[in-house]
C-alpha cells in the first residue's frame, strides 16, 4: 500500500499536541492540519482549528468511540481548483479526501465501533484570503459528497462562512463545541494552512493519478 505522507496515524505524534486543561479538568488533544485522532477516554477531548480546512467528527455512542481527522483538498493549478467537482473520484484532490474519511472511519471500525452506528459532524470550510480561497467551498463540496454517497448520518455541520473555527470534540460522547476565533488568533490558522496547503501542492505534483494507490 503506498499510502500519502501528509496524513497521519493517532498514535503519530508529528500532527498531535497535547496539554492539559485545568478548567475542564481533562487532557486536550490537538489535530493539525493533515492528522487523524480517534480515542476511548473519557478523559480527553480532541480539538482542533480550522479554516479552509475541513474536520469530520465520527463516533459511535453505543461504543464510546470516536475521532477527528483534519483535511483539505490539494489543487495542482487554479484551473484545477475552479473546474475540480467533488463527482471526480478518481482525481488528486478527492483521493485525498477520501483517504482522510477512510483512515477515520476504519480506525474506528478496527477498534470495536460498527460502522452502522457512527454518526457524524462537519465542520469547517471558510473562506480565507490568499490563494486559498475557494479552497473552503471545494472541501464542503467533497465532504458532503462523500458522506451521501457513503450514507453516513449527519447529525450537524456548520460549515462555510468568512470566520476561522475552533472546534472541541467529546469522542465518547459525540458533544462538540465551536468557536469563531478572534481576529489576533486568525493568522496563525492562515500559516498552518498555507504551510499544509503548500505542502500538498508539492506532493500532488509528485504524485499524478496513475501512480497513486490508497488501498
Known amino acids: ?61 453505543e461504543q464510546k468511540i470516536g475521532g477527528l481527522n483534519h483535511f483539505l483538498l490539494p489543487f495542482d493549478s487554479n484551473n484545477q481548483l475552479r473546474h475540480w467537482h467533488p463527482d471526480e473520484v478518481v482525481s488528486t484532490a478527492s483521493r485525498y479526501g477520501s483517504f482522510a474519511m477512510e483512515m477515520l472511519i476504519n480506525s474506528l471500525v478496527s477498534h470495536g465501533a460498527r460502522r452502522e452506528n457512527l454518526k457524524v459532524k462537519l465542520f469547517g470550510g471558510a473562506k480565507m484570503m490568499g490563494h486559498i480561497s475557494m479552497i473552503g467551498k471545494k472541501n464542503i463540496e467533497f465532504v458532503r459528497c462523500y458522506v451521501d454517497q457513503e450514507s453516513l448520518r449527519v447529525v450537524s455541520e456548520d460549515l462555510g462562512g468568512d470566520s476561522p473555527r475552533k472546534v472541541m470534540f467529546e469522542p465518547t460522547t459525540g458533544r ?40
Not at 501528509?6 to 492539559?20: G, M, V
Not at 487532557?27 to 479552509?52: N, Q, R
Not at 499544509?196 to 504524485?207: C, G, I, P, T
Request: net charge negative; aromatic share 10%.
Open 176 to 215: 462538540a463545541w465551536i468557536k469563531k476565533l478572534p481576529f489576533n488568533e486568525v493568522h496563525i490558522i492562515h500559516q498552518e494552512e498555507e504551510k499544509y496547503a503548500s505542502q500538498l501542492d508539492k506532493e500532488s505534483h509528485r504524485n499524478h493519478d496513475d501512480d497513486v494507490e490508497l488501498f
Open 1 to 61: 500500500m503506498t499510502a500519502m505522507a501528509t496524513t497521519k496515524y493517532k498514535h503519530d505524534e508529528t500532527y498531535i499536541n497535547r496539554f492539559y486543561h485545568p478548567q475542564k479538568q481533562k487532557h486536550l488533544v490537538k489535530v493539525m492540519p493533515g492528522g487523524v485522532y480517534w480515542s476511548e477516554d473519557a478523559e480527553e477531548i480532541i480539538c482542533t482549528g480550522l479554516g479552509s480546512c475541513v474536520a469530520a467528527c465520527i463516533w459511535d455512542e
